[in-house]
């Protein structure tokens, strides 16, 4: 139990209250009966991840809990209703991304079976794949590898040296790797428990290279052997994720009927010819590796829910946890005002993220339930899903290990799960794309929209519009900003800053931040198109910074205007408002945390800059009371958290102290200080 002085008195009547139950199902989102038949089964401790285990131990655990998910149909979801799935896409990634409550390392190597190797065979192959292997696939009768990565070659996959040189005269592809460099590495159920990969090669046919293609490759007999010319190596321990076989493949002269060639973006005739529906090769590429941008979209959902947790716990013990005596008695950690200020913007900004990625699941729902399976729409998945997998990768970090640095030494110790969390999830911001390649991806989709503005525009439009950004840049602290900048024409600081930086502003200081930086790298990549090869390379590379922050900027904005949306649709008013707060401050901690760039830029005054961390202050003040309802509605039952400092053990330690030294006061024989004996 919380003690009561921490959530709004019942006798404040004008005081807003949180309806706990509203939110926690604002949050879960469109697929919350999904998340909550997911949570409901991890609720088995048989789910649980184990402290102390051995490597061995936990990989065998780890594949007996995913026999434990084919029993509870957790394999199906997205599969097609012919080999007994249920084909729903956006609730195979809400029930995925819940299994990071049980075990981060079950989680992955559900992701990589199910959503990697099944998904592979899935989107890249056509219907005598699916009968031939989808049903083993999704029984986990046939466990298999994802084999894209390449030790010489993450996110570069365009570039990676393994090959798949097709013979004629056998109807056979040649799966070879060429020299150390191109071994398929990081690989899950490589080392251990995989039958069979996809693997990613260039085609070659003819003398000519086709680019990167998928093909099915046989690993292991019934014996758990690798066939003849398959070779490997264990990962070994690693940082985290240590209930996963992570291994490295290498092929020498493998040969695979023509047939394993998953060939819906690309085919070959027995004689050798190649074809496909998708003329130009960088395309046909990017349709490849962007229908497997679920991935991507899982680690955005799972990254903000083990950030919740974290936060769960953290602001559960600091509503608890009493230190240091101000003469009324000692203090819950989450009445020092530096405690709300590590604790709730962070808050914040996982409910941002948990917003935005209901948005994103919608999308990507609709782009692979077909409903909305335009090449636009494709585009857009891939952007967001590259900017929003970034942030909260990156947010997973930070948020964790403020976590456990907010518990002190209990957040150390294990068995409260923090430091485990920040060890499975570090790898998230690398793998299914490097978060900093990621957002330059990002960051060339803008420049692409950007130049599009342009397009059929005569020069003395172009003309017209240049003379207004050299007017803008310099004098942007006139036009936009005239709401609220002058704090005196508004009366007190406090009451000025509220009205001038509240949703409106918010948004303009956000979005215009956004824009200017687009603009600003896009004048200076002008003259590159001008320039040779090289050239223009360099001078993109003097940019790539500015354009990752850019890209950055880009994906914050996405999760205000989800916020923004989400607030909207609280139908309690005192809920509305509260949320309305934690909005706010996630908008104007963003801003606080970019003030440089928008006073170098003119785009707020000295004045009002200096304003924005006190009006945040008051923010986390407000929203002190109302903490534990928050994190209370992520909707964690005892089950999923199990972090004994956040299961009442603390209260229960504090009441016990407490009642200890009233009895020895009222018995009179408690001793006096040192410094009231000396004044005797």
Not at 73 to 91: I, L, Q, T, V, W
Not at 500 to 512: K, N, P
Not at 615 to 620: F, G, K, M, S
Not at 659 to 674: D, N, T
Request: charged fraction near 25%.
């Amino acid at each position: 139990m919380v003690d009561a002085a921490v959530r709004p008195v019942e006798a404040e009547s004008s005081a807003p209250r949180v309806d706990v139950p509203a939110v926690t199902s604002l949050l879960l989102g469109t697929w919350a009966t999904t998340r909550l038949e997911a949570r409901e089964v991890i609720k088995d401790p048989a789910f649980w991840q184990v402290n102390g285990l051995t490597v061995a131990e936990h990989r065998e655990r780890v594949l007996t809990q995913m026999h434990l998910l084919v029993e509870n149909n957790g394999s199906r979801r997205a599969f097609p209703k012919k080999y007994g799935g249920f084909e729903d896409n956006g609730a195979n990634l809400a029930g995925f991304e819940e299994l990071v409550l049980a075990d981060p390392s079950l989680q992955i190597k559900s992701g990589v079976q199910w959503g990697l190797f099944g998904s592979a065979i899935y989107q890249l192959g056509t219907e005598k794949h699916h009968d031939k292997w989808l049903p083993a696939v999704i029984s986990l009768d046939l466990p298999g590898a994802f084999a894209m990565t390449e030790t010489g070659h993450g996110s570069d996959v365009a570039a990676i040296g393994t090959t798949a040189t097709y013979d004629p005269a056998t109807e056979e592809f040649v799966i070879h790797t060429p020299f150390r460099g191109a071994w398929k590495d990081y690989l899950g159920n490589a080392a251990l428990h995989g039958k069979a990969a996809t693997v990613f090669a260039q085609l070659i046919t003819g003398g000519v290279n086709y680019g990167v293609h998928c093909f099915f490759v046989p690993l292991r007999d019934e014996n758990g052997e690798f066939l003849p010319g398959i070779g490997g190596e264990d990962d070994g321990v690693k940082g985290g994720l240590n209930g996963i076989d992570n291994g490295r493949l290498h092929f020498t002269n493998v040969r695979v009927p023509r047939e394993n060639l998953l060939n819906r973006y690309g085919d070959v005739a027995a004689d050798g010819t190649y074809t496909s529906p998708i003329d130009s090769p960088g395309r046909r590429f990017f349709t490849m590796l962007g229908a497997l941008v679920q991935g991507r979209v899982s680690l955005d959902g799972a990254a903000t829910w083990a950030s919740a947790l974290a936060l769960n716990i953290a602001v559960t013990y600091a509503n608890q946890r009493r230190q240091f005596d101000n003469g009324a008695g000692e203090v819950v950690l989450l009445d020092y005002g530096k405690h709300q200020r590590r604790l709730l913007p962070r808050l914040a900004q996982v409910y941002a993220q948990a917003f935005a990625h209901d948005e994103l699941l919608k999308k990507f729902d609709g782009v692979f339930g077909g409903t909305t399976d335009t090449p636009e729409e494709r585009e857009d998945l891939e952007t967001l899903a590259a900017a929003l997998k970034s942030l909260s990768t990156w947010n997973a970090l930070d948020i964790i290990q403020e976590a456990r640095e907010a518990c002190g030494g209990s957040g150390f110790l294990a068995e409260n799960r923090l430091t485990g969390l920040r060890s499975d999830l570090d790898i998230y911001v690398t793998f299914e794309g490097d978060n900093n390649v990621l957002l330059q991806l990002v960051g060339k989709r803008l420049l692409s929209d950007y130049a599009k503005q342009f397009k059929g525009k005569d020069a003395a439009a172009l003309a017209r519009y240049a003379v207004g950004q050299t007017a803008g840049n310099v004098f942007h602290g006139a036009g936009l900003r005239q709401i609220g900048q002058v704090v005196t024409d508004l009366g007190s600081t406090a009451r000025a800053v509220e009205r001038g930086l509240r949703a409106d502003q918010q948004h303009e200081l956000l979005a215009g931040r956004v824009q200017q930086m687009v603009a600003d790298v896009a004048g200076r990549l002008r003259a590159a198109s001008k320039m040779s090869k090289a050239e223009g390379a360099e001078r993109f590379n003097d940019n790539q910074a500015e354009l990752i922050e850019a890209a950055r900027a880009h994906a914050e904005l996405l999760q205000w205007e989800a916020f923004t949306d989400a607030v909207g649709r609280a139908e309690d008013e005192g809920t509305r408002q509260v949320l309305t707060w934690l909005r706010d401050l996630f908008g104007l901690t963003l801003i606080e945390k970019h003030l440089s760039w928008y006073l170098i830029n003119g785009r707020l005054s000295t004045q009002r800059a200096a304003a924005v961390s006190r009006y945040i202050d008051r923010l986390v003040k407000r929203l002190r009371p109302h903490a534990q309802d928050l994190v209370d509605a992520f909707g964690h039952a005892p089950e999923h958290v199990r972090a004994p400092i956040a299961s009442g053990a603390e209260q229960a330690r504090q009441d016990e102290a407490a009642a200890h030294y009233a009895a020895l006061a009222a018995s009179g024989e408690a001793p006096i200080s040192e410094k009231v004996a000396k004044k005797k």
